[in-house]
């Protein structure tokens, strides 16, 4: 088998942190920024503000929804083949955005292609950053995954002033070449693996070993099954011998030689059957057992209450605390905001602040008075407040003001894997958190086409961000009910009553 080093937490993993953190900057700096590329779509293709946002949406979602064939490439490839799979995928769908002629074009290029090869890289990076560091995890995940906010804020500043001297076409164009530099990233990205050992055996039914030769369809061992055959061949010779000594029916003996070399090598093949047929049947069990488990395994997830309720409250967060990042330049100019008052771009700002949240909601989890699945209630709490005063805001300075709060309060997401291990503990987490990421998917979506929708039905955007405020609020409140204290109070034991001892007196007569 390949055997693995152990993870050095340092040296080349740094190395690995760097590449990391850009890979995840040039991959998900045009998607997370696409609220820049969302008004030139709305202007370029007079489609309804719900239809368009479709895009930036399937963009963000895709990738979580397809979460789970993210992992499985990157546990069968490795990390640098995926990695360089996904950067032709990233740069092939923005280049290929450049030249759509319609929004369907969009959604399939821009969505979906680099939604896809988004999935793929954050995954990826992930992977072999943990397989890099083990004191230092926590670390290494931190600083890798402020590339994405980083690449938030340079590139919506960038991608505007590339459409105001190239065009649209032109800056996908720029952009998608931009993104091949993640071919080079991924080539460093050198897997941590001994380069001296053995290149693992393949399991081959011929090399099955004798604890697999078992099998039997009637509870019969394989030793059994073979003098049955032994036996079959004696009969043979008795049926044989017992025939009429007629000419249509006269027997022409075979050689003593030619009768004992077919007895030795017909039982191999026979053996070799029942080897394969039992392997199948094994690997069939195993593969069952393991749905089984999974199963097992999910409902027992959900039996949780406080899983539930996040469960429930990350998709509502997503459906309603997404679309401001992708909507909020549109937002200033149907306030009527100036354009020479844009110093700079609204996205920037809610990008910057998402890494400062990050970084300080991660500290602020890390203290042990700290109780992380109240902090995370308390974000959603106040997110919600403040997608609800963004219909209140009327000019750039509290747009501003509004895009920082939200912008920081997103950064949350340093600290949903804090809270789901909270939740299910460590054991389970994967599982809980490949679900978790499934409706968290979903939910980005759902979220801005929902908000486009309002819009293109009322003409403006108030009850849009009332409803995304409410969603977000409704699944802070689930989740701090779901895990306020008394419940436990309440679902502890009573102790049990001393049983009650009777005395019996027994007379006899004798």
């Excluded at 930036?56 to 979460?67: D, F, H, K, Q």
């Excluded at 992977?127 to 994405?148: H, V």
């Excluded at 459906?319 to 937002?331: H, K, N, R, T, Y």
């Excluded at 042990?368 to 750039?396: D, E, R």
Aim: aromatic share 12%; charged share 15%.
């Amino acid at each position: 088998m390949m055997e693995f080093q152990k993870s050095p937490d340092g040296g080349w993993g740094w190395v690995i942190v760097a590449v990391s953190f850009f890979t995840q900057f040039l991959c998900y700096g045009s998607p997370l920024a696409v609220g820049v590329l969302y008004v030139e779509w709305l202007d370029a293709f007079g489609e309804g503000k719900g239809k368009t946002a479709w895009v930036g949406s399937l963009a963000s979602g895709v990738g979580l929804l397809a979460s789970p064939v993210c992992s499985v490439c990157v546990s069968t490839f490795g990390a640098r083949p995926v990695t360089i799979f996904s950067g032709f995928l990233v740069a092939g769908g923005l280049i290929l955005s450049s030249l759509a002629p319609n929004i369907c074009f969009l959604l399939f290029s821009y969505g979906i292609v680099v939604g896809l090869g988004c999935g793929l890289l954050y995954t990826a990076t992930v992977t072999i950053t943990c397989q890099y560091f083990d004191s230092r995890r926590g670390l290494a995940l931190g600083l890798i995954s402020t590339g994405s906010s980083v690449g938030l804020f340079i590139y919506a500043a960038l991608q505007k002033v590339l459409i105001e001297l190239y065009g649209l076409d032109g800056c996908l164009l720029i952009v998608g070449a931009l993104a091949l530099n993640i071919l080079a990233c991924g080539s460093l990205m050198r897997p941590l693996q001994s380069p001296d050992g053995p290149l693992p055996a393949k399991t081959a039914p011929e090399n099955v070993p004798d604890t697999y030769s078992m099998y039997s369809e009637k509870e019969k061992s394989l030793e059994e099954n073979l003098n049955n055959l032994d036996k079959g061949y004696g009969s043979e010779d008795r049926c044989n011998s017992a025939l009429p000594s007629g000419d249509w029916g006269r027997e022409t003996p075979l050689p003593k030689s030619r009768t004992a070399a077919a007895r030795t090598k017909e039982p191999e093949p026979y053996k070799k059957v029942v080897a394969q047929t039992y392997f199948c049947k094994q690997l069939a069990k195993r593969k069952w057992q393991l749905y089984r488990d999974y199963c097992g395994e999910t409902v027992s997830l959900f039996k949780n209450k406080v899983f539930s309720a996040l469960f429930i409250s990350i998709l509502l967060f997503d459906i309603g605390g997404f679309p401001p990042s992708l909507l909020m330049e549109d937002v200033a100019r149907s306030s009527n905001v100036r354009e020479e008052d844009l110093s700079m771009p609204l996205i920037s700002i809610f990008g910057i602040m998402t890494a400062v949240g990050k970084l300080l909601l991660g500290i602020l989890a890390d203290f042990k008075w700290v109780n992380t699945l109240y902090l995370y209630v308390v974000t959603l709490i106040i997110t919600g407040l403040a997608l609800c005063a963004i219909p209140l805001a009327k000019s750039y300075a509290t747009l501003a003001i509004l895009s920082a709060i939200l912008g920081f309060l997103t950064g949350n997401w340093s600290i949903f894997p804090y809270v789901t291990t909270k939740t299910v503990g460590i054991d389970r987490l994967a599982h809980a958190y490949g679900i978790l990421m499934f409706f968290a998917g979903l939910g980005n979506s759902l979220g801005p086409p929902i908000v486009g929708w309002f819009y293109d039905w009322t003409q403006t955007y108030d009850i849009a961000f009332y409803f995304s405020g409410f969603c977000v609020l409704l699944g802070g409140f689930i989740l701090l009910l779901a895990a306020l204290p008394c419940w436990e109070t309440c679902n502890q034991k009573l102790p049990k009553p001393a049983p009650t001892t009777f005395f019996y007196k027994v007379a006899s007569n004798v």
